[in-house]
């Protein structure tokens, strides 16, 4: 077996398979985010008859950019809306604020899309908005189409960021922010358990302290027996109960970005794999 262990370690160094296969990164999808683009919440309007007042709900969805579907739901608005009999425009939006999801060509954004910027003041001390952010990218490139394997282990890797603290749960915003690997449209099992992983609370690379404001997060994920065949995919969630006093510090709750997803060899099998390639070798010469 000694004689064998240098051919080992060569084998392993010209393939590179020690370190995983990567199979998404911005090689093969630089445009993942790519171009300016969101999913904004515009809050309903507001009931007929409100002389001055404040107005919760509203979600929006669509695709973003060439490769993400998204969803943002939760807002405000504070105005009036008296009867047409009465004034010539019956509604008037004095400010409004919503979730967002977006592209900026380098990231994705869950933020808070304000207008105008004074609707922090004007919400008022003690009103608190629910928002939530959901954003699903399809591996499904022509020639790039990512399909898991079974029984295979799977490192999603990217930088996180949450501006300002808005992903502190210091400040009460009982905030989450979660990840799911999908296989066709079906979650798969994270090792850590579960299928969905809250990045809030992990320990991001190069970062100290729980839950920090950014780093990089490096999760894995472990498929089954069976897989469907289809591409495969990503999700995100986010959400947090945002008070007034807490809009003022900023308006980006989180963003993502330099994603990649690697393949992992399982340990017993690629110590079989590399010993059996190097005695080949060896009895080859």
């Keep these: ?25 911005g090689t093969n999808y630089p445009d993942l985010f790519g171009g300016s683009d969101s999913v904004t919440v515009t809050a309903p309007s507001l009931p007929d008859g409100t002389l001055l007042g404040v107005h919760l ?33 019956p509604e008037e939006r004095l400010a409004e604020t919503g979730a967002q999801v977006a592209l900026d060509g380098t990231s994705l954004l869950f933020n808070i899309n304000n207008s105008p910027a004074s609707i922090l003041g004007s919400l008022g001390v003690g009103l608190s908005l629910a928002l939530n952010w959901d954003a699903t990218v399809t591996f499904d490139e022509p020639g790039e189409m990512l399909v898991l394997a079974p029984n295979t282990i799977y490192q999603v890797s990217f930088d996180v960021y949450g501006e300002n603290g808005l992903l502190e749960s210091t400040l009460g ?17 994270a090792a850590a358990g579960g299928t969905l992983v809250n990045i809030i609370g992990l320990q ?16 894995q994920f472990e498929t089954g027996n069976t897989v469907s065949g289809n591409a495969a ?53």
């Design 1 to 25: 077996m000694k004689c064998c262990l240098p051919l080992l370690w060569a084998f392993m160094a010209i393939t590179g398979i020690a370190g995983g296969q990567t199979l998404i990164d």
């Design 57 to 89: 709900g509203g979600s929006a969805t669509g695709e973003l950019g060439n490769h993400w579907n998204a969803t943002a739901t939760g807002g405000a608005v504070l105005g009036s809306n008296l009867p047409d009999i009465l004034v010539t425009v």
């Design 173 to 189: 915003l009982a905030p989450s922010f979660g990840l799911q690997l999908l296989d066709g449209g079906s979650a798969v099992d």
């Design 204 to 219: 991001l690379l190069g970062v100290v302290g729980s839950p920090p404001e950014s780093g990089r997060a490096v999760v």
């Design 233 to 285: 995919g990503l999700r995100f969630t986010g959400s947090a109960l945002v008070p007034a006093t807490a809009l003022g510090i900023g308006t980006q709750f989180a963003s993502v970005s330099n994603l990649s997803i690697t393949q992992i060899p399982e340990p017993s099998s690629l110590l079989l794999g590399l010993l059996g390639a190097a005695v080949g070798f060896k009895r080859r010469r």
